[in-house]
């Protein structure tokens, strides 16, 4: 394990934390020992990189009881960009807004690497030392997780390890440590991290933008693909109610239909498919405008991350698109064949002159799923898009 890890050369690695609010004293004590407690442990077990963990603090105002949490990840990516930090963690005092759970004490993007962390449920409603120390440890604990979510690590079912899933409060004190082939993938992690990055190469400034992109995406499909995986874009038709409800509705409008049936089933397989692959790349690039899900540099040169972030995201919305569009070419296959009798097709489909075969009926799939999709973007369209950004950003609620 050792000579493993010595095996690398020492890279720095910037670990940045924003902290939002103005926080009571105890809070902001609790913080302070959590980092360093963070800061101490990588220093000890992945010596082979110089760790920086840089503070910013703000003074703005929760927006209420609760924060949305894609508003902090913003913030964060932003201060990520501009000083060049590796990660970034925010922390916020306000309550953070849960779409999946009853509450959530932190959130992950691994396609930004940014993660938020709330103070509010931990343990310092006290000034008692000892309350300190078990905020303190929560915050290190919940840190650590975090790092190790946005290195891609797996959860695992040891208490004691960082990388178990807190169920209750409590839990983040029992959490301590990272196992050795934990610590083994995060050192290869960092190591990726710690390179040189794209843009501080010397011809880099040089590069076109599509070229860029191109690099990046040779250099960092890891990355690119972890991010996308992590973001789940296969659960797309079950949280995103409007979209999905929007394209059934035109699904259940047009199978009822023989017109549709008759054009359907006449049209070449070849159109069809033309016509499916059309229909997903102009709703995902109108989602993805839409819902201003890509980041812009303006007149700032491009950067490494920005493009993994950009690549990631659309590469999410079109899965996600693919997704929806497989689930209802095989929700209309499967109501044509179970209830529509080839008879009464024979006749709504009187122009095929013919007996109606598997092929009919996989093309007529694809044209009304088609037809489904490009209905379900409008519906996508009216998301919020607080709420379609928390579905294509962020990882996991902790």
Wanted: no cysteine.
């Amino acid at each position: 394990m050792a000579s493993n890890l010595q095996s690398y050369s020492l890279n720095t690695i910037e670990l940045g934390w924003l902290i939002i609010n103005e926080m009571e004293s105890v809070e902001e004590i609790s913080i302070s020992q959590g980092r360093a407690q963070m800061l101490q442990y990588l220093q000890q077990h992945f010596p082979q990189f110089e760790w920086r963990m840089p503070v910013i603090k703000r003074t703005e105002q929760p927006h209420g009881t609760l924060e949305a949490p894609t508003d902090l990840l913003q913030k964060g990516e932003h201060e990520r960009e501009i000083r060049r930090w590796d990660y970034a963690f925010v922390v916020t005092r306000a309550d953070l807004k849960s779409y999946y759970k009853p509450f959530a004490l932190a959130i992950p993007s691994r396609a930004i690497n940014v993660a938020v962390l709330s103070t509010a449920r931990l343990a310092f409603h006290s000034t008692d030392d000892i309350n300190n120390t078990v905020m303190s440890q929560q915050i290190f604990a919940l840190g650590m997780h975090l790092l190790g979510d946005l290195n891609d690590l797996p959860h695992r079912d040891d208490p004691k390890g960082f990388m178990y899933s807190p169920h209750i409060i409590r839990d983040l004190e029992r959490m301590t440590s990272y196992s050795e082939k934990e610590q083994a993938q995060l050192a290869e992690a960092f190591a990726e991290v710690g390179d040189i990055r794209l843009e501080e190469q010397s011809q880099a400034g040089k590069t076109r933008p599509w070229l860029f992109y191109l690099k990046v995406l040779g250099r960092s499909r890891g990355d690119i693909a972890s991010a996308v995986i992590q973001a789940k874009p296969w659960q797309f038709p079950f949280r995103l109610s409007r979209l999905t409800a929007a394209a059934i509705s035109t699904l259940l409008v047009l199978i009822i239909t023989a017109e549709v049936w008759e054009l359907g089933m006449s049209q070449p397989p070849l159109l069809v498919t033309g016509l499916s692959l059309l229909a997903l790349t102009g709703t995902s690039l109108f989602i993805l405008k839409r819902q201003q899900l890509l980041l812009h540099r303006g007149k700032r040169a491009l950067t490494e991350q920005t493009v993994i972030t950009n690549l990631a995201i659309t590469m999410v919305v079109v899965l996600g698109m693919t997704t929806t569009y497989l689930v209802l070419f095989l929700l209309v296959l499967l109501l044509g064949k179970i209830f529509y009798n080839p008879l009464l097709l024979q006749g709504w489909a009187a122009s095929l002159e013919g007996h109606i075969y598997l092929r009919h009926y996989l093309v007529l799939s694809g044209f009304i799923a088609s037809l489904g999709i490009m209905m379900g973007s409008l519906g996508a369209s009216f998301e919020g898009q607080r709420y379609f950004r928390h579905v294509t950003y962020v990882d996991e609620e902790i």
